[in-house]
């Protein structure tokens, strides 16, 4: 599989980019993923999906008009930062973490922490709780104080992971 074709990005829509992740992360986190002198291109993976390359490296996933970094830029991250720690994630215990990598959506049983200020439809996304590597980006099924309370049902439906075809497509 390739990207079907590449184009640079308005200055606008770079603004809107970096806009997004420091509504996301924090100003913070987000000077770290993109900044506004940046080089950015987006390609199309197919017709819902887009992946966005900042210098020339893949970045972040754009999909139905919603960007999120991908799992490697996490985990490129997580070498310097404990994303256990960012908003927006979901901590899973080494039970679950061959389950996340193979697609499964994220069980509440499964959940040993997750940010509180998490809502039901946000993106997030699942790292594992012994060293917060990233495992997976995907939508909350139910918020955050709930994830960690639940003992039953699905937290997480996981839309791109560790070892997936975008994972394989941008490492």
Known sequence: M?????????KKDVKGIIAEMGRLFGEEVASKLIKKKDDVEIAEVDRITQVIFVNGKPRFIRRE?????????LYELSNEEDLRTWKRSVVVDAGAV???LDGADVMAPGITDADEGIGEGDFVFVVEENFGRPLAIGIALMDGKRMK????GKAVKNIHHAKDR????TV
Not at 149 to 152: H, P
Not at 166 to 169: K, V, Y
């Open 98 to 100: 061959p389950y996340v």
């Open 65 to 73: 008009g919603l960007v999120f970094p991908l799992v490697s830029t």
């Open 2 to 10: 390739e990207f079907r074709s590449r184009r640079h990005l308005s």
């Open 166 to 169: 975008l994972w394989e497509l």
């Open 149 to 152: 309370e639940s003992k039953k």
